[in-house]
């Protein structure tokens, strides 16, 4: 827990909740040890959706479909989102997700690998929201930058990795070092990237929130 835990149940008691089709898909993930993004995290999402108003939207990183929904529902503007998934089981329950939401037309779901999907997909996207393998997002940073908007907000979710990210590499478990290591790297090129300029927020299990510049 980053911050104090009873903080945290104070923020999330005074949360108005989502739709009943919502909070029903995150028990039913939650029952099946299927991680969704946390209450503060969703909050944060609903602020930056309401503000930036998106039209095209990106996910790397489907899951149950759990945040895509999330993001086509609270969203004010009319959008489209295409959301990229490469763990089998989870497709078919993604896709089965948006049809109960009735969103099977609205959002698009891309399967395989990201790194590779991600190089034929054509940009501009208004958000591009990061929820993946958090060994992976550096590889899939060059591309993401590109397929981002100028003035286009980049969401990335679990980068603070339970507090371990501010522990040396000796202080973690030798399993999570490498991620430890990968994830510190992006922290760096995220917030001395030329084109982006970033905010590192210790909500839920840590966010950064990016802008990218406009070009010349």
Same mark, same amino acid.
């Given at each position: 827990?980053?911050?104090?835990?009873?903080?945290?149940? !104070?923020?999330? @008691?005074?949360?108005?909740?989502?739709?009943?089709? /919502? *909070?029903?898909?995150? %028990?039913?993930?939650?029952?099946?040890?299927? =991680?969704?993004?946390?209450?503060?995290?969703?909050?944060? /999402?609903?602020?930056?959706l309401a503000i930036q108003k998106p039209r095209r939207i990106l996910e790397v990183g489907t899951a149950v479909g759990f945040s895509a929904i999330l993001m086509?529902? !609270?969203?004010?503007?009319?959008?489209?989102?295409?959301?990229?998934? #490469?763990?089998?089981?989870?497709?078919?329950?993604?896709?089965? #997700?948006?049809?109960?939401?009735?969103?099977?037309? &609205?959002?698009?779901?891309?399967?395989?690998?990201?790194?590779?999907?991600?190089? +034929?997909?054509?940009? =501009?996207? *208004?958000?591009?929201?990061?929820? @993946?393998?958090? &060994?992976?997002?550096?590889?899939?940073?060059? %591309?993401?930058?590109?397929?981002?908007?100028?003035?286009?907000?980049?969401?990335? *979710? #679990?980068? /603070? %990795?339970? &507090?371990?990210?501010?522990?040396?590499?000796? @202080?973690?478990?030798?399993?999570? +070092?490498?991620?430890?290591?990968?994830?510190?790297?992006?922290?760096?090129?995220?917030?001395h990237h030329e084109r982006l300029v970033t905010a590192v927020f210790p909500v839920g299990d840590g966010i950064t929130v990016s802008s990218k510049k406009q &070009?010349?």
């Amino acid at each position: 827990m980053i911050i104090d835990e009873r903080f945290v149940t !104070y923020i999330n @008691a005074l949360d108005p909740g989502n739709t009943p089709l /919502l *909070d029903q898909l995150e %028990q039913e993930a939650l029952s099946t040890d299927v =991680p969704v993004i946390r209450k503060e995290t969703q909050a944060c /999402l609903k602020l930056f959706l309401a503000i930036q108003k998106p039209r095209r939207i990106l996910e790397v990183g489907t899951a149950v479909g759990f945040s895509a929904i999330l993001m086509k529902t !609270y969203n004010p503007a009319d959008c489209t989102v295409t959301t990229i998934e #490469n763990y089998k089981p989870r497709i078919p329950i993604a896709r089965e #997700n948006f049809r109960r939401a009735g969103m099977q037309d &609205g959002i698009e779901l891309l399967e395989g690998d990201a790194a590779q999907l991600l190089e +034929r997909l054509e940009g =501009p996207y *208004d958000l591009i929201f990061m929820d @993946a393998a958090k &060994g992976q997002y550096l590889r899939f940073l060059p %591309q993401v930058v590109r397929l981002l908007a100028d003035n286009g907000m980049l969401i990335s *979710d #679990n980068i /603070l %990795q339970d &507090g371990d990210i501010i522990e040396s590499r000796y @202080a973690v478990i030798r399993r999570n +070092r490498t991620i430890h290591r990968r994830m510190r790297r992006y922290l760096y090129e995220l917030t001395h990237h030329e084109r982006l300029v970033t905010a590192v927020f210790p909500v839920g299990d840590g966010i950064t929130v990016s802008s990218k510049k406009q &070009g010349d």
